[in-house]
């Protein structure tokens, strides 16, 4: 077996092994909560002893990031969490939770069922893609939540939807306007397009969505990428601005801010509070007002970080 699929093994077997021995899990609620059989989940934990990774307490360090997904579960009200080991050396937005968001969507594809799949865009949403291993889906969707233009005309920088429908061979729905328009009677009529249309309901009705988490502050993407400039920035700064999922710019308590570029953003709406499995992906301190907001908004009823800003966020 390679080794990171050795390793990857390793992680299923710390995980339902903290479940089993820790959170007090019988092998019946193990399987569910890991989407696996009862036979499946009892060889995990006997790996997990075989590997002694079991002593007086769980001898893996994932056990530490478990106990705070379980936590940041309770507190906001999450129905999923995973919290990664955190490299406070590192500024990659990414690093580490691109792989574990990778490993969701390749979970959340691997079922033989027709889904849904929609994406967000941003580097955490870019950095997963990129980490899908080849898969044969075409009895998937997936579709894209935000305009993949830029200003100019040019495609996205951060789109990920021609790339997952690369790696994945399902069809793929981008949604081919500007992130934000010029006004709001041009965005109207964009939106307008049955073509638009079409994919905005699509999107509406996903099965599973994965969403970066946007900070704004000096210098966000929203600025760096083209899509507002300074004078909108400094404006939904100075109208309480605290975070945006998909171009739309929320507050502290996750209100959408009133007017503002809110009113020329071309991305799919999303429901508030999310009726769907919403999927947030963020770490870092520069993050961690954005996240929050989005939590108390509920525009997400999943979140993946890193343990750093778990910890922040569950303190």
Known sequence: MPKHGHSERLDDAARA??????????QDEIAEKLGISR?????????????????????????????????????????????TPADPSSDDPALGIAEVTAAEMER??????????????????????EQMPPMNCPHHKVVSLVGTLAPD???????????????????????????????????????????????????QCADITFVGIGEL???PPLLTDGFITQKELDDLIAAGGAGEIVGWAYDDQGALISGETND???????DQPAERPIIGVARGPKKLRAIRGAL????????????????????
């Open 17 to 26: 092994a903290w479940l089993y021995y820790v959170a007090q899990n019988t």
């Open 39 to 83: 036979q499946s989940a009892q060889r995990l934990v006997a790996l997990a002893t075989q590997e002694r990774l079991v002593k007086f307490r769980l001898d893996h360090p994932i056990a530490r990031c478990l106990a705070l997904a379980e936590r940041l579960k309770d507190r906001y009200g999450l129905d999923f969490c995973e919290v």
């Open 108 to 129: 959340a594809l691997s079922v033989e069922s027709p889904i849904v799949m929609a994406l967000g865009t941003g580097r955490e949403i870019k950095g997963a893609v």
């Open 153 to 203: 005309g040019s495609a996205s920088f951060n789109d990920v939807i021609m790339r997952m429908g690369d790696a994945t061979q399902a069809p793929h729905y981008p949604m081919a306007v500007p992130v934000v328009a010029f006004s709001h009677e041009e965005r109207d009529v964009l939106c307008a397009q049955v073509p638009i249309q079409r994919n905005i309901t699509l999107a």
């Open 217 to 219: 502050d000096d210098e």
């Open 264 to 270: 020329r953003v071309a991305s799919v709406p999303l």
């Open 296 to 315: 108390a908004g509920r525009w997400i009823t999943g979140l993946i970080t890193d343990e750093t800003t778990a910890e922040a966020l569950a303190g």
